[in-house]
């Protein structure tokens, strides 16, 4: 079971973490991953944190955005940076076992989040 939570209402510019709070004794056997939905857009793949450590992102958010994750507390969290009014969405955390050339694949995660929203103004 995956909680999300930390989203909220920020400037252009502004910073927000979002965290991802896992349950389960094999948190350390899936790679997480954050996606995001915009209204009227189909979910998307934003993040990803492997078990061997390696990451991927999205196009649009990287150098503004970074995932990680902390074994021990079962945690997963997404620093935004320099947001942008079309980071503007709902943000779901997400947990799979697939190999990781398909990481970016929501339809192989296992485990989701409830999504958090966060919203950007101009």
């Known amino acids: 079971q995956l909680q999300a939570s930390g989203g909220g209402l920020v400037q252009a510019g502004g910073s927000l973490t979002l965290s991802c709070a896992a349950s389960?004794?094999?948190?350390?056997?899936?790679?997480m991953a954050w996606f995001r939905q915009a209204p009227g857009k189909e979910r998307e793949f934003v993040a990803a944190f492997g078990m061997s450590g390696n990451r991927k992102y999205t196009d649009p958010v990287k150098g503004r955005f970074t995932i990680s994750r902390d074994n021990s507390k079962k945690m997963v969290y997404l620093q935004m940076d320099s947001l942008k009014p079309e980071d503007t969405a709902v943000y779901y955390c997400?947990?799979?076992?697939?190999?990781?050339?398909?990481?970016?694949?929501?339809?192989?995660?296992?485990?989701w989040g409830q999504g958090t929203q966060v919203t950007v103004s101009s």
């Open positions: 997400g947990a799979t076992t697939v190999v990781w050339g398909r990481v970016a694949e929501e339809n192989f995660y296992r485990y």
């Open positions: 389960g004794d094999t948190f350390r056997s899936y790679t």
